[in-house]
């Protein structure tokens, strides 16, 4: 009876060098996915830093640069609205602050390329917390100034609500009211978010950092198995 040890298998790794390579081209894909929103981010925060001081527009010139194709989201805009009788509509549920809050939005009626612009007025501070919010019923106000932001950037049932205007032509943004003349009553305007954070930089050295941890550990292990 022989007491030989087994040879040790020497063998290159194929399974658990395709593993390794597919995972640590995941981490880099996660982080230069982090870089780019890095980029979307600062290009966001420095339009957001102009806009403190931007003189408000009107907004059917806006519009009509809109209908070419342009970009006109975080343009500070002003126009009046149609006079017109209050629809109810859904509160649009957010977050603000850690609360939960509620914003009213009213349809505005306009001239130009488009004929109508969805209004969101503000939160409604007596709703602050609440879970669940019943339709509001509001009425445009005359004179609105605010900012333009893209439906699908801001979330909620905006989007929703503007198909509900199809036969009006609605324009493809949503005003976000920072003032109104005359104000609407048991709303308090807020068309910014009150805090953006830009971690992304953060994120990105994580996943880099992980991918090149990731390759360590494979090349031990296979130091460690070749070395046996």
Request: net charge positive; hydrophobic share 45%.
């Amino acid at each position: 009876m022989s007491d030989a040890s087994p040879a040790p298998d020497r063998r290159f790794p194929i399974g658990l060098t395709i593993a390794t390579l597919i995972a640590f081209a995941i981490l880099c894909g996660l982080g230069t996915w982090q870089v780019q929103r890095l980029h979307w981010k600062e290009d966001l925060l420095a339009r957001i830093d102009r806009l403190k001081t931007a003189p408000a527009v009107p907004l059917d010139g806006v519009l009509a640069r809109a209908a070419k194709g342009e970009d006109v989201t975080w343009t500070r805009v002003s126009t009046i609205c149609a006079p017109h009788e209050a629809i109810s509509l859904p509160l649009v549920y957010g977050v603000r602050d850690g609360d939960i809050v509620w914003r009213a939005t009213a349809p505005c009626r306009i001239q130009g390329p488009y004929g109508l612009i969805l209004l969101d007025l503000g939160v409604v501070p007596e709703l602050k917390g609440q879970p669940l919010a019943p339709d509001r019923a509001v009425a445009a106000p005359s004179e609105v100034t605010g900012v333009l932001m893209a439906p699908k950037q801001l979330g909620g049932n905006r989007a929703a609500t503007v198909v509900r205007f199809a036969a009006d032509k609605p324009a493809p943004y949503i005003l976000m009211v920072e003032s109104s003349t005359p104000a609407v009553p048991g709303v308090t305007p807020a068309p910014l978010p009150a805090e953006i954070s830009n971690r992304h930089l953060e994120y990105a050295l994580t996943w880099f950092g992980l991918a090149v941890t990731l390759l360590f550990i494979y090349a031990a292990m296979l130091w460690r198995k070749m070395r046996s």
